[in-house]
Each structure stands twice: as structure tokens, then as C-alpha cells.
């Protein structure tokens, strides 16, 4: 599975997996409600996805059935079955369609042209090719003659066309980057010539020679009228008018398009995200598992990493986390409990999404302090644990105007309660 979900160096057992061994042993044994593993399979001959789909659900209906307290009927438990192509390719694909809608569009508005400009082609032609039929040359043998033409300018458009999508290739890439990870197997190989070249022999053939089929059968009355250079014929008439109006309405189509990709594009970047990207930077460190082992040399990894980011004069503040804001990988979701509130069912309590950060990393993105405080350099695991709240995780669990600093969340069953001391804006 190449790249699934990111690139892969290293596979190992589920036994042997110390993450997920570390996360097994923190739990109760007869919890129900654990939910990390991703499973595959691959189908028996003759089993469909929707057959195996109806049997999973099945499943998942007896869940609710045997644990109603962790599944509830109206929790939106589910199971859904993917097929894993439409897996790898789930976010990229409405992307790709618009774009392939795009180029449909595109290439009729194209079609239309051609077939236009051969039509006018031809009716500079009308005198020549009367005389070819003259002498003895059949209607099979002029739109012979027609088709080797369109063909040749055709396939000459494709290879251009291609060397354009060559040049162009890594700007595709790095767009189709931001939604799927698989983008190195996007190339152009034999099957994308074969298409290429394909098409643009068929778009040739088609709308280079089909205005031909227009001509007039009366040889003698093509050439006098030819002589006195009179118009079309009524058949060209309607087909020019058809290839006119089809090219307007495919215009208006993507003109409209383009408008709704606008306003749509100015009304994100209206879009308050809660920070300020502007003049921030951003890098990721990768440290070395074999070498940093525990969780204090790797935090003093991050602090040695982070005291040289703040010593270099060209930065104004410089913080460390583990995310960025509106990455699509989210945080570590968590169970939680505030204090003297009871829950009745400890998998029914409310979760939250936790993010390890530095104490400048507020001011750095510019997320907006509400209330409170942010971190300081005296927070450290010889103090009382704190953290930092956003604006709609306080409003939903303190509301009528409570406020939730100085109250006290645990993430472990009450083993350790941590002080909440602020209240920053939303990252959305």
C-alpha cells in the first residue's frame, strides 16, 4: 500500500507495536468502546461491496443491540465499507471531477471552433473540391482527403497539448498534493499518450470532416455557384448556427463556473481562521525514535530546537507544537471529566482534542488570548498542571455565563487534574 495514508519506511506487528501497546495497557479490560484500528479485507469471489456492507451493518446493529450505553441509537454509530481505491482518492475526487468537467467543457468549446473554422474552409474550398468530383473523384475519396487533413492538424494540436501538460506537470502535482497523498503516480505513460493522441485524432476525424458531409451532390450547380461566390448552403447554415449556439452555451456554463469559483474563493479568504498566518513559518522535526527514546529527551530535543529558533535575530518569536492550525491531521481526542460533575457511563463523557505547544505559541500564530492567561516558562511538570481552553469548548460546557478558569478537567480518571487558566479564540 504505497503512501497509505503517508509514506511508509517501517511495518510492524500490532502485538509488537510499543504505541499501541502503551495505549492497551492504560485501558480496562472490559472496555467496549475503544476505536483504534483502521481494518481490511479483501472480498471472496462473487461478494459485492454492498453484500458486505448490509453484513457489517448487521454487526454494528448488535452492538447497540449488546452495549446500548456505549452505542446509542442515536449516537450516528455506524459501519461504513470503502472500497480502498475509493479511500485513497476520497478527497481528491470532487477536486478532480471539477477539473475534468473543466477540461470536458473546454475541449467542446474547441470542437466548436474547428468544426467552424472548417466550414469556412470549406466554403472557400467549394469551388475546388467541385472540380476534384469533376474529374472523377468520389465523395469517399474527398472526405478521405478532408480526414487525412483534420488528422494531421489534429495529432500535431495533441503533441503540443502534451508538451504543455509535461511542462506543467508539477504545478498538477503539487495542487493534487493538498488533497491526496498519492500524487507521485501521477505521470504521463503510454496509457495517457495513448488517450492523448487518441482523442485528438477521434476530435479531428469527427469535427474536421463532418462539415464536409454538408457539401453539395450537384457538381454542376457547385460550380457555378462557386464561380458567383454565393453563400452557404442551408444545411451548413443550420450546422454553423447549431456549432454556434453550443459553443455559447459551453462559454456561458464555465463563465458561470468561474464566477461561483470567485465568489466562493473571496468569501474563504474573508474567512476569520482565529490566527494570523501572515510572516509565520513553519518547519517540521522528525526526531530520531532509536535515538530519543523517552518523553524528557525528546522535550529537551524540542527546548534545544526551540532556544536556537529564538536566538536567531531575524525572528521576532518562534514556538513549537505538535500540529499546525487547520492541518487535516487532527489532535489527539481525548475523554475528559470536570470536576465534581458525574457522568454515568465514562465512555458517554464529552471529548475534546488536545495539542502539546510552547509557551509563545499563542502570540506567534496570533490566536487572541479571551481570558486568562497563556503559558509560561514556570509551567513545567514540576508545577501544577495547566492548560488553555478554546472559546467554543467553554461555551458549551460552561454556560449561563460561567467562566471556566480555575476550574479543574482530568483526562485520566481522576489520576491528575489539570487547572484550566485561559480562554483563547477558536482556530477554525
Known sequence: MPQYPRENDVYMPTSACPFRARAEARMEEDRTAFRGMTAFGRLAP?????????????????????FPETYPADSGYTAVTLPLAAELTREARPTLLILLATTVLVLLIACANVANLTLARMSRRERELALRSALGAGRARLLRQLVTESSLLALAAGAFGLLVAWLSLDLLVAFAALFTTRTTEVGIDGWVLAFTLGLSLLTGIVFGSAPALTGRRDVAAALKEAGAQTTDTPARRRLRGLLTASQVAAAFVLLIATGLLLTSFYRLQQVDTGFDPENVLTAEVFPNWSKYTTAESRRQLFTDVLQRLQDRPGLSAAAVANGFPMASEVGQQQRFAIEGRTYEDPDLRPELETRVISPDYFATVGVPLLAGRTFTRLDDAETTPVAVVSRSLAERHWREGR????????????????????VVGDVR
Open 403 to 422: 467562566s471556566p478558569l480555575e476550574q479543574r478537567i482530568t483526562l485520566d480518571d481522576g489520576e491528575t487534574w489539570i487547572t484550566l487558566v485561559g
Open 46 to 66: 462473487g461478494v459485492g461491496v454492498d453484500r458486505f456492507g448490509a453484513e457489517l451493518a448487521t454487526v454494528a446493529a448488535r452492538l447497540q443491540d449488546d
